[in-house]
């Protein structure tokens, strides 16, 4: 069978392959070529597509790169490996490398799954992408601002809080957005190339609030910088260069919009015969954004509806920001913490009760096991089966409403 199987096999495809796997597991040519005793050359013979490999070869490096057989010989879409190209986006340590490679290669082989789900189902991942903005020698909160409210304008958006962001961006722009588990310090990936598309990694250990900040800053390098990768995280620049500066800047006008904003803070102050803003206020209008109460006072600073360091006052006065929200009632903020985005979730789920993917293969796009992967099976039935009948009785009721007009 398997030799039946790679007698048909597209050489160069399954060379690729062998190569990413190898890197991915840190061996050399010649450490692999040990291991299925050949020489250096006829492994990179191998790995160019110019030598077919024996079956019994396949199973030997297989083993040795932590791998399946059938990771090389089922019909997978090959994606340009990511650390290639984060490699040179900063000068990092060797510790940082280390921290950093492993949600590298985690986000190119989701990226890597949901490709392989799009081939099987035939569904590709609708793409609604704006034209890259242009920046150069604009001013920073000027360009920051035209792009933010250009976006809510195609996106429909318009001036108010945007309270399924995630959703958004990954529904009705098209980006493939996961939340991984990655130390505290590293907020967001961004990544692009015209195979993929744009993608994100958010660190799902922060809370709502932050990582709302970390899309809308990974959005900005994807509308304005496209092609540049980023992993951003705490306290990586001496000095903030424009790029940076430009993303804080658009999730600041992004997430809230000047014109509402000012109209939202003006209709609170109403409410007081002096017409004042009360500290109630300040965390009743951050939870309206799904922002950080740090982010609003910030933005009220910049708009000049608050005197110049107000936040620096309260953090002098040891504010527990949390502490206050449990005392004012104010719930967290609704939040989809999904590792894999809903497209991806629904086209895992179809292939399966199509018989596409067998059972093992559904689990290994959840990176789980087979019993947990039967239990995500039905909760994702379920969920999928709701959110058709909800669909349907949105139908069923614009259609009574059509009927009475």
Known sequence: MTTNILDNIDLLTLGELLEQARKKCGMTQADAAKVIDVSRTTMVAIEKGERRIKSTELVKLARAYGCSVSDFVSP?????????????????????????????????????????????????????????????????????????????????????????????????????????????????????????????????????????????????????HRRKPEFHFDKQYQRVPESEQLADAFSRYFLMPTSGLLKRFNDMCRTHSEFKFTPTNLFTLAHYYGVSVEALVLRLEEMELLRSGTWNKLKDRGLKVRKVQKELGLEEIPQRPDVMPLHYQRLAIEALDQGLVTEGHFADFFNVDRLEARCIAEKLREKFREDSSAMLQETIDFDLRQMQE
């Open 76 to 224: 997978r879409p090959v994606v340009q490996p990511f650390e290639v190209q984060f490699r040179a986006v900063y000068q990092r340590s060797e510790k940082e490398e280390a921290e950093i490679k492993p949600f590298i290669l985690q986000l190119e082989e989701l990226c890597q799954n949901y490709l392989e789900l799009e081939k099987i189902i035939d569904a590709p991942l609708p793409q609604n992408y704006p034209l890259e903005y242009e920046v150069k020698n604009l001013p920073i909160k000027s360009a920051a601002e035209n792009i933010a409210v250009a976006e809510r304008q195609r996106l429909g958006l318009g001036d108010g809080p945007i309270p399924r962001l995630r959703d958004i961006l990954e529904q009705d722009v098209g980006l493939r957005i996961f939340y991984l588990k990655m130390p505290t310090k590293y907020s967001e990936v961004y990544s692009y190339n015209e195979e993929i598309g744009g993608c994100m990694a958010i660190n799902v250990n922060h809370p709502e609030e932050r990582r709302r900040w970390s899309m809308a800053h990974g959005y900005l390098h994807f509308l304005a």
